[in-house]
């Protein structure tokens, strides 16, 4: 059983990891051109951008630390899951606001899949 929940902790690292680039890249690109055609002020995009950017860097680091946290349980060293159950109940709770907030916009279950998977993963026996 511990393999399979540190197995599941890394595939919700890389989850986390893709979808950080997808975010920074993709996200912005669309996000970017939205903001364009109605003519928002340049420091308002900027803000935007820098604050966008951000959160990608974040997510960037959730996922590397998560993904060294279960690499290194996978070669049997004793390292405590603690800091990815903290990403794991933030990737959640996030994911329960964003849905909220947007009318249940079922894309905020990108946040939502693997928090629970990380909740799963690194939750103490």
Not at 86 to 114: C, K, N, Q, R
Request: hydrophobic letters at 60%; charged letters at 10%.
């Amino acid at each position: 059983m511990t393999r399979v929940r540190n197995v599941l902790g890394l595939i919700a690292a890389i989850i986390i990891l893709l979808s950080s680039g997808a975010h920074s890249f993709l996200g912005w690109k669309a996000l970017g051109a939205q903001l364009a055609a109605t003519n928002a002020p340049g420091d308002l995009v900027n803000g935007l951008r820098i604050g966008w950017q951000f959160g990608g860097a974040a997510m960037l680091g959730f996922g590397l630390i998560v993904a060294m946290i279960f690499v290194h349980r996978l070669r049997g060293d004793g390292v405590p899951t603690f800091f990815a159950l903290i990403v794991g109940v933030l990737y959640v709770a996030f994911g329960a606001w964003a849905l909220v907030v947007s009318d249940f916009e079922p894309f905020f279950a990108i946040f939502i899949v693997p928090g629970v998977m990380l909740l799963f993963a690194a939750w103490p026996r």
